[in-house]
């Protein structure tokens, strides 16, 4: 399974597998309009041999939605359109939080980076953290992911 943090610049691309618990950064895809985002992550999913992508949703910190919400909404009901023949799950998970706690991860790095370097780090981290925040929820409701 992959999973997403969908940004207005960048996508930060995760994968990983139920039964291992962890997920492993695989980068970002610049964002260049849905017509081109949803094919970059159909193919990422196939890369990875994925059967569901979780898409990060950005609530507010008191469960609220905001205009960043909707829109990453509107780009998984995208995506789960092209995905549905593929038999590929799109769900969505809480992401609260995730970008602070990557941002930390991430900040506390050595190594110099270009600015678009960092962001695109920082995206893959939040979808990392997507992902296991995803796993771990699903292992201990006992529940089957893909």
């Given at each position: 399974m992959i999973a997403l943090d969908v940004g207005d610049a960048r996508i930060g691309v995760a994968a990983g597998e139920l039964g291992s618990r962890f997920a492993f950064g695989r980068g970002a895809i610049e964002r260049r309009g849905t017509r081109h985002d949803?094919?970059?992550?159909?193919?990422?999913?196939?890369?990875e041999g994925a059967a569901t992508v979780v898409v990060?949703?950005?609530l507010r910190l008191d469960g609220s939605e905001s205009p960043q919400t909707q829109r990453v909404r509107a780009f998984a009901e995208a995506l789960a359109a092209a995905a549905a023949g593929r038999g590929l799950a799109v769900v969505l998970e809480d992401e609260r939080l995730t970008t602070r706690i990557a941002q930390r991860q991430v900040g506390g790095s050595a190594l110099p980076r270009t600015r678009r370097q960092?962001?695109?780090?920082?995206?893959?981290?939040?979808?990392?953290?997507?992902l296991e925040s995803y796993l771990e929820r699903t292992l201990a409701s006992g529940g089957d992911a893909g």
């Open positions: 949803v094919p970059a992550v159909l193919e990422a999913a196939a890369r990060g949703l950005p960092e962001k695109g780090r920082l995206d893959e981290a939040a979808a990392v953290l997507i």
